[in-house]
Each structure stands twice: as C-alpha cells, then as structure tokens.
C-alpha cells in the first residue's frame, strides 16, 4: 500500500514531495509535502477540487478505490465534484465513518447498498448527482443518520422503503413520490415521513401529482422545526384530477411555525385556506400554477417576500373586501408573465362609488413597507396599489402603458395629501424595458423622484422625448437609453434637444455610447491625454 501512497502523492501534490517514515531524521528543503507513515490512523480524507485533468482524477480515484478502504478510523470522507462514477461496495469498511460526501457526481447512478452497513454514519451528501436514480434500499439501517442532502437528484425515481424508520433524521433536503407506490415492493410512500418530526431547515417534495387518490398522511404539520416547504406537482396540465390534487394539497398543511412556502405546478383553481394561516410565513413563491384565485395573503402579518411566476390564468390576486391590514410587512413584490392579471383585487359592491368623486376601497389600499417592485410580462396589468415607501428598485418590463401612467399618477396625487414622506422620494433605481406603446414619461409623476440615482430605459421604440421636469432629479447618476430610436435622436449628443434637461447627470449612456459631461469626466480624460504626452 505504501507503493499506491506514493502514487496518489505524486499525484495530487506534484514534485517536491518526500515519504518518510519515523525513522528518517533529516528533512531537505526543498520539500514541501511530507507523509509519517500514520495512514492507517487517517481520520479525514479530503479531495481537493482543484483543475486536475480528468486522466489524473480516473488515476486517483482508481488509488483510493484500493487504499481508502484500509483507513478504518477514518470519521469523514469526501471525494464531491471528482467525476467519480461509483463509490466502491469495500467502503463498508470504514466502520468508523462519521460523514460521506459524493456531491456533484453526475456520473453516479446508483449507490452500492453496502453503503447501509456503515451504521455510525451521520451525514450522506448526494446533492447534485443529477443521474442518480435511487438511494441503498435498506437506508433504515442507517440508524444513527441525520442528515441526508440529496437536493439537485432530479433523476430519483423513489424514495425507499423504510426511510420513516429513522428516528435520528433531521435534514432530509428531497422526497420523491414514485409512479406507482402500492406495489413495489422497496418503495417508500409518503407516509414514510409521517414520523420523522426531527425535520428541520427545507423539504422539497417532488411528483405529488402521482398521488392517485388525494388521500396522504405525511404528517407535516406535527413537524414544528420544519422552516422551508417546497411542493411540486412536475407533471403535465393535460393529465391533472384536479379533485385529487386540491384534496392532496390540503392534507399537506404544515406547522405554523413554517417559514417559507414555495409551490410549483400545482393544477388545482384554488389554494388551500390553511395558506393564509401561516402566521410565521416570510416568503412565498408560487410558480406556473393553473389555479384562478389566491387566499387572502394580505392577512400574513409576517409576510416580506411574494413571487407569483407564471399563472397565465390568474386575473386578480385578491376578491375580498374591505381589508382591515394589508401586507404590513411585505418588502419584495415580483410578478412575473401573468397574462391574464388584470388588476390587484377584484371590485366588489363596496368599491363602487356613487360618482367620480367617491374614493374607492381599492384606491386606498397601500404597501407600508414595500421596498421592491418587479413587474415583467404582464401586459394586461392596468392598477396596483400604492407604495409610498419604496427605497430599492422598481423595474417595470413589458408592462402595460396604463400602469406606468397609474403609478406615476398615484405618486402625484398622493404627495399633494398629508403624508411626511412624498410617495417614490425614496426609490433609488428605476428599470422601463419593453414597453412598446410608451409615448411619454409622466412629468409630473417625476417630480418626487428626488433619491432616484439611477435611471434605465431601453427598447420603448415608441418613447419621443424626456420632459424637461428630469432637471429636478438632482441626485441622478446614471443614465442610460437603449433601443429608443427616436429619443436616442434628442440625447445621443450636447447638440440634442433634451441634452439640456440631463446634462447634470454624470453618467449618460445612450446606444452603448458614453456621452460626457463638462465636469470630473472631461478633466480625468484631459489628465489622461496630458500623461500619454508627456510620456
């Protein structure tokens, strides 16, 4: 073995190594690597994933298949992202194995079940080895496991039988629902989680749309450690029970104390109502889901995320009534290519005024706290309501004409009311993209704009001009005009009719074309010029 040792020394350290052993008095200088002999007493092992040549890693990895198997005291063995293709069945051996790690592996396909042998085994890292198709089916052995990553294995087509068996579990990253879970016979159906309460940090759960009869006991709600729950249904629209999958999603229904819920694909026309229950909820992100209506989110008091990405038959977010509070934490809104959203919320008998001069329910419904609004691909989106303390970014991207005039509108009736603090005078980055029919910037709605630092507008081929009012953007640094062909002609030089409304603006870019202003720029590129000359 000492022969193999020196090969694999050779190999990941080069030259300038030595092997010696407890007899050997003199070191030279020249080396930098040096081995005692202690092999057998190893306690970690650890490959460095550094830019070896595939031919050099197949050379190593061939060593270790030989010798890490005599290092019977190692405790942690981690050989992730090597390009292994398969972890040796002789790694039984190493009885003393605290922690596994073959992450990053995508030639793995399977583990060899001897793996289950290992039972002081606490932590199995199989994240990312996206052809891994299934984990040791006698896992249960594996009394004394608590954690096992297994996030990024999209090629797992089960979870084994037994899994539930576990009591010392406390991070389980993934959970795969099988095709057809009532007949195979090593197969693990969704009650194998209904005992494993030690659960903490995230579980994603993956194919629900498999459970054939709506009816699951996985027992999520006795989880109270649990902080971050992900549910995919995976499957075709074209194929949904939609009685089985909203009868599915409701005996889904987590401890209170979760944190994040993120749901994707699911086919159902409507959420659970445990969903606005969530007391503790910080982030919510629902993606390409079919449902038409959403729960009163804006009852989550601790709620500061919300992403909604593709709900191309969603219309409004809300249909209810007089809210009493209203999203009195959310910081970050994106909606994302919802085609058919019309609005925020649905009018009601209540929000019907008698005349042009009665103020809507809707009209004064506010974000206290929003500090980020996105709004990309939602063509149809015509009102949202305010928010007045918006300090990050608002980006605005193949939106509608009518809810760039709205929110710009909005900012200037409102500012003229009692408030301390003028509606967008915090916002400090602004994005206009793709917005065809865009004519004009609201003049008057960038009078408050008094924080705004950086401005972008690009492909609006619509767009004529700048109003004069950008004279008042006083803390503005950058500009930048992209894909406007005909503004492009007003700013693309000094000579240009809108120059003298942006030209305190430091930074304006226009057609990837920097244009320079008589102050620090010029003088820096004199400076310049003067050292090549003297030079």
Known sequence: MHDLMHDLATFVAGNGISIINSKEKIVDESVRHVSF????????????????????????????????????????????????????????????????????????????????????????????????????KDIKKLINLRHLYCRGCWSLTHM??????????????????????????????????????????GLA???????????????????????SLTLYWDLQYGNANVDNEEMAFQSLQPHPNLKELVVCKYRGTRFPSWVSSLANLVNIKLRSCRCQHLPPLHQIPSL??????????????????????????????????????????????????????????????????????????????????QFPSIDEFLRLEKASVQLVQQIFTTSTSSSSSSSIVPPLSKLKKLIIWDIEDLEFLPPDGLHNLTSLRQ?????????????????SLTSLRELTISGCPLLSKRCADKKGEDWPFISHIPN????????????????EDEEKSSTTSEN
Not at 209 to 223: A, D, F, R, S
Request: with cysteine.
């Open 304 to 385: 500061q995320n919300l992403e909604i990405w593709r709900l191309n038959d969603l219309e409004y977010i809300e249909t209810e009534g007089q809210a009493t509070t209203f999203f009195p934490s959310l910081k970050y809104l994106k909606l994302y290519s919802c085609r058919k959203l019309t609005g925020w919320r649905k009018k009601t008998d209540d929000d019907d005024g008698d005349d042009s001069t009665t103020i809507s329910i809707s009209e004064l419904l506010q974000f206290p706290c929003l500090s980020q609004f996105i709004c990309y691909g939602c063509p149809n989106l015509s009102w949202i309501p």
């Open 160 to 201: 084994p039988r037994g899994l539930g068996q576990l009591a010392s579990l406390r991070t389980l990253t993934l959970f795969v629902v099988a095709d057809d879970n009532s007949v195979a016979k090593n197969v693990g159906g969704l009650n194998e989680l209904n005992s494993l309460n030690n659960l903490r940090g």
């Open 37 to 136: 002999a202690l092999w057998l007493y190893l306690r970690t092992f650890l490959l460095s994933r550094q830019d070896f040549s595939r031919d050099v890693i197949a050379h190593v990895l061939s060593i270790l298949e030989i010798t890490v198997p005599n290092f019977r005291e190692l405790r942690v063995y981690d050989i992730g992202q090597t390009t292994i293709e398969k972890v040796p069945s002789s790694v039984n051996r190493l009885k003393h194995l605290r922690y596994l790690d073959v992450s990053g592996n995508n030639e793995i396909r399977t583990l060899p079940n001897s793996i289950t042998d290992l039972q002081n085994l606490q932590v199995l890292n199989v994240s990312s080895c996206h052809r891994l198709k299934e984990l040791p």
């Open 205 to 227: 759960i993956r194919y629900l749309g498999y459970v054939k009869n709506g009816i699951i006991n996985p027992n999520l709600k006795g989880k109270s450690l649990l902080q």
């Open 455 to 471: 401005l972008e507008i690009k492909r609006c081929p619509r767009l004529t001009s700048l109003p004069q009012e950008m004279r």
């Open 508 to 523: 304006v870019q226009v057609d990837d074309k920097r244009i320079q202003w008589e102050g620090c720029y010029l003088i």
